[in-house]
């Protein structure tokens, strides 16, 4: 205000007060940035760039007659407003230079004289093109339906919001994926299985009376990255959610999430006809529960017409399904794919399946169990399988049912919320173990077999096609417990719109959207994100190792313990580690895992001077004493990569801490906290899994690298009775 | 911006285009009024207000040298900046008109020429005082200590909230009570019982490296109403709390409540030496468990020197306690209050007890067993009482015990939490119910012995005095589940401070604070508040009835429950109703509750002709055809108080439906659905209970009287597996 003496003009200093009353309004804690907004932050962009921006955004044209339409108005409206800095105004049709004009042809007639071919863009697609319009420049987002107009709107606003030009645009874009779905393990009193971003954003208990506004933002940012469902109870179900008052509080949130073009999705109890129908058996063979399962089917789509259809967890961890009565997965799949199809509905059926009873290893049972039923499954079914043959581990090669099943559409399942990945606070970028998978080669129809050219139908032309992601959503302010954990469900959103896309371009983009434009902190947030991954992979579970973890609550490290009620919940059921030498012998000569993957991959896996560092362990027991290509021991390259995990972790705090002033103090603050106790923790599982190697080899460390901080013993005694998402 | 053409000033234009850029800020949702401000809900005044407060706030001079003034300075600023819409400035010394001065007469020399008498405002109290100083007009903010300062600095800001004058102002206070402390009933696990507002705010997994934004904002609120302390763990106590990991974290969020003048402290569970210590026994007269709390203690107080004490559920509801080793409540407390009585804290030891094995009546058992214990405690005992002899229904009596224990300090127990009042949904101004209780006359020594005067030690002369609540404080967005549960914690502080305030002027405060300063928003919201729990008590228990509500999980109405475990728990217990009659007879032919009471409220309570009609049913059975002082029959009477409570709700919908408009539409939007369902939920508490009292006495309708909606075994059905709060 020093210059306030030198204002005559009495309006100038009418508005100079009311600027200053806003500068301190901004000022206010309320507006600290908790990162509610996720990426969808439409906060002002640098003068000069709003101003170039402004001559594209004078006017925007978009018929909101639809609540679809509606939604894209109004998020074109709050996101220009926000970033430009302005007041965007409305009109019937271009009446200036940089229009916005939006629709299908039928709600924006004057599309029409400029022949775009849409055909290509099928339900969910869109286009965005600089073109003239009555005389006027003018971009063009058009679609053949509401929601592809819906995306091409938030995808007009990420360009703007990662700084790309909005001159001479001819973009065009349309999923490779159909069912782009979130499964929230939440269960229907609020907590939420493997979450740790608080309990569950559904209020079962005020549904469907009290509609929390943040219903709405979910769908908001989901539609931002083309997320078209989501399946709403944990798959470890509760039959409650089929009964009439629970399908209605399900209708209420339909109803919130059909403008932005998400169906719900509901986790069926395969033993829900004896639970809620009173019949004495849930035998799919059965016609009083196949037309029980008919009956509830048709009252659901009465209260839900656009309903997504089952997600089921069968035979597995306990669940009841169709073999409880001799049937197989498919009796079981089929049966309620039966009762859906008059509704078009579909079923996503779960191949995480495994028995303690099973001698055969683990790793290979759901081939095992699934691969002789390819074929067997109805139309509208999708086999939903985990990326990995085990489950969600900081890395494993990928499920060897991709490529096995060419007759069966199958359905990626990715983990999103980090059960085995430091829960919350550590800092893990899932797009890199995204993409390490999707691009993996099957060779099941020769080189170039992608994981994603079999997800997206490519390889084996299905139509039906889809992509999950288990989500890491909650009641936390800032929706995943992290800054860095809504990057993962963002990128998980963009790969299953396009299993094709760079993790890197992603992050790129995310941090654009989410952190700063600045390119002094995109570059190396980006940086510290994609070694992110590599580094969990090395702390935790280097070379291979899986499944090293604390029993039940997967929480820090445990590679001693051998009390888990089943063999293949033990982690020493994964290393086999003894005096001589560690890890799992897949191979031919072991448990013969590698033979459940093409030749070309069998062999590579199989072969000890092949098989790639990465996943040694996983298919090979090895001597300790073990040269490896770096010319080092086993043991050296072990302890190594321990060490590196944990020297990464302290880059990423070094890294960070040289952005304090460039990012929003709050925001700021918890990563750094939380890159502290990842700090610890790495050191934690580098320091308690190396006393127990010792401990067992009883090798000396090698040169230069320091002794665990405490004792075997002292890590065997911790305990973790409160750890979240049990 | 219709003026915009006729800007020519190009410095106006750039002004101009800023403050549209900032007005389009300000219309994104990130700014929706979520209701996380609470009362501190520094908005700005209208133009013509905040214009005239600006003169009496033209500087703060504050020296902010210790965290409770550095805390006390940014709240004026945070304050006066929001409501003023100024960037306040700061100074050494008052160099204009309008200053605010603010400190202890040591950390403030300035303000030692005024000769201010100080002597009476204790350590908590402070004055506001329009003064000269340095030759201009200034106000004083003075205290003998720092959080005295915090305090004052709080009541200004709430003059300027509420729209008190700032001229002339001679204002003094201090607080009636000492101990004013919230009791957070948090699991370790994060789940609140009886929490209806989210999980625990307390991030147990996170802590001590995370210290989460919002324990800052919750010691803030605390702050502005007076409350200095917070009991961090549930009563039903885990042991774990007392570990010394635990204590770090319990540590960390202390150091974050300090400088708001706030104390933490624990339940403590009575058998953590066995649990922790590996003792044999909890015996408090056993000298190895004397030890063993000693050097908990010092433990605790070598982390946390201003820990406060412990708070203790013993002997209650299956809590272990000093009964087990067949000594007495005074036994336990004492040893407890050995250990802390060196580092000066406090034990809060409950009277909350009742057995199921004892056959006299269980509002007699509190009663019974604490009174010959009077004069037994130590000093540093705190005896804390429900405010009636059952528990926490939505209306009781006071309880006996107040004015019983003369040589004994006894602590309020509020539940501000609506554990038996609708959950998060129904609107219920508790500090109706507060007042009732507060002023209600016990006789002890006469006419005028209120509660309040008890429990502010000015009865008895006692110096250690107390009132606690049961937080209604949880995760949620908005704190307390709903906007008007907000005004229940600010009731409960604000009476804490001092016991004889109006209700009403409390909740215009708040009224003025959180929704609104216009008059048209103001009066009939107080109206609506004011209204509410005597509407609760119509539409739920009527007439004295008490505990009819769902066993276990506390919701709806469950009159015909004879299922619990314990006959103490069931609702047939309590109403006692038959063919003939209702009511619990305690009158002196019945239990003889009366007798607990001092002579007079004995003597009203025992004869018909006198008893309140609010109490009848809780002292005395009495026929159906009753004839009331109405002149209707009992029966007649009590259907109309039904019908009258869910009339009154209707009324509540109707008031606030008129303010659409005048409060924002995200808060309007929430209460309003929540009126719904509390128009629904009364509808449902009247018609199954008059369904269930017609059952048994068989008597139709009165006339004009609505039957049930539905049958009886419609209500008997109702289950609700996923309450929240169990």
């Known amino acids: 205000m020093r210059d306030q003496r030198r204002v005559r003009h009495p309006a100038l200093r009418g508005v100079a007060l009311a600027l200053l009353a806003v500068a301190a309004l901004l000022a206010r804690p309320a507006l600290a940035e908790d990162g509610y907004e996720l990426w969808l932050r439409y906060r002002p962009l640098p003068a000069a760039q709003a101003t170039s921006y402004r001559a594209h955004a004078t006017q925007l044209v978009l018929d909101a007659g639809t609540p679809t339409r509606a939604a894209a108005r109004a998020e074109l409206l709050r996101g220009l407003d926000g970033l430009l800095g302005q007041a965007t105004g409305e009109a019937k049709q271009a009446t200036r230079d940089g229009a916005i004009v939006a629709g299908t042809l039928a709600s924006a007639p004057q599309l029409v004289p400029l022949k775009l071919d849409l055909r290509a863009l099928g339900n969910d697609g869109f286009l965005i093109r600089s073109v003239t319009l009555d005389g006027h420049a003018a971009t063009v987002i058009a679609a053949n339906t509401d929601i592809g107009v819906l995306y091409g709107a938030f995808r007009l606003l990420r360009l703007v919001q990662t700084g790309q030009p909005l001159a001479q645009l001819d973009l065009r874009d349309a999923p490779r994926e159909k069912v782009r779905v979130l499964n929230h393990w939440d269960n229907l009193d609020g907590h939420v299985e493997r979450g740790y971003a608080g309990n569950s954003i559904w209020d079962w208990w005020k549904l469907p009376d009290y509609l929390d506004p943040r219903y709405t933002d979910y769908a908001r940012a989901n539609a931002s990255v083309g997320i078209n469902g989501a399946v709403l109870n944990n798959v470890n179900a509760n039959a409650t959610i089929l009964r009439h008052e629970y399908l209605l509080k399900v209708a209420a949130v339909a109803g919130v999430l059909r403008p932005y073009g998400m169906r719900v999705y509901l986790s069926a109890r395969f033993s829900a006809p004896m639970e809620l129908g009173g019949l004495k058996t849930a035998d799919p063979l059965d016609p009083a529960v196949r037309t029980w399962w008919r009956g509830k089917a048709d009252e659901i789509y009465k209260l839900i017409p656009d309903f997504g259809g089952f997600l089921v967890k069968a035979n597995s961890e306990g669940q009841p399904g169709p073999q409880d009565y001799h049937r197989s997965h498919a009796d079981g799949a089929n049966m309620l794919a039966d009762a859906l199809a008059p509704h078009s509905g579909i079923v996503m059926w779960r191949a995480f399946v495994y028995s303690n009873e099973n001698p055969d290893d683990r790793a290979k049972q759901a081939y095992t169990e699934f691969k002789p039923l390819d074929g067997q499954f109805r139309r509208n079914v999708l086999l939903q399988v985990k990326n990995g043959p085990i489950d969600f581990q900081p890395r494993e090669p990928f499920s060897p049912l991709f490529g096995a099943m060419p ?282 899994s190396i006393a127990y190697w010792q401990s067992l080899n009883g090798l000396p460390l090698p040169a230069g690298q320091k002794p665990p901080a405490r004792t075997l013993d002292y890590y065997k005694a911790l305990a973790f009775p409160n750890a979240p998402g049990r």
């Open 407 to 688: 007759r069966t559409p199958l359905m990626m399942e990715f983990q999103v919320t980090k059960e085995y990945l430091g829960f919350a606070t550590h800092l893990v970028y899932l797009g890199a173990l995204y993409e390490e998978v999707l691009q993996a080669d099957t060779y099941a129809r020769g080189k170039g077999s992608t994981v994603a050219k079999i997800i997206d139908g490519e390889l084996d032309n299905h139509a039906l096609t889809g992509m999950a992601g288990v989500a890491n959503i909650g009641s936390d302010r800032d929706w995943c417990g992290s800054t860095f954990n809504q990057a993962n469900w963002y990128a998980f959103g963009r790969l299953a719109w396009n299993p094709a896309q760079s993790a890197r371009d992603i992050a790129t983009d995310w941090t654009r959207m989410t952190l700063s434009r600045d390119d002094a902190v995109v570059k190396p947030v980006v940086a510290m994100m994609m070694a992110s991954r590599e580094a969990v992979v090395d702390y935790m579970t280097p070379l291979g190792l899986h499944h090293l973890m604390g029993t039940g609550h997967h929480y820090g490290p445990m590679p001693w313990d051998a009390s888990g009620a089943r063999a293949d919940w033990r982690p020493v059921y994964y290393h086999r580690a003894d005096r001589n030498g560690i890890g799992f012998d897949r191979s031919r000569t072991g448990s013969n895992a590698v033979a459940q993957y093409a030749a070309p991959v069998a062999a590579q896996f199989d072969d000890l001077k092949q098989v790639p560092d990465a996943y040694l362990l996983w298919f090979h027991h090895v001597p300790w004493t073990y040269r490896m290509r770096s010319g080092h021991t086993l043991w050296e390259d072990l302890v190594a990569h321990y060490t590196h995990g944990v020297d990464e972790v302290k880059q990423l705090r070094a890294t960070w801490s040289k952005l304090q002033g460039r990012i929003d103090a709050q925001r700021y603050a918890k990563t750094a906290s939380f890159l502290a106790i990842q700090q610890n923790e790495a050191q934690w599982w580098r320091d308690a």
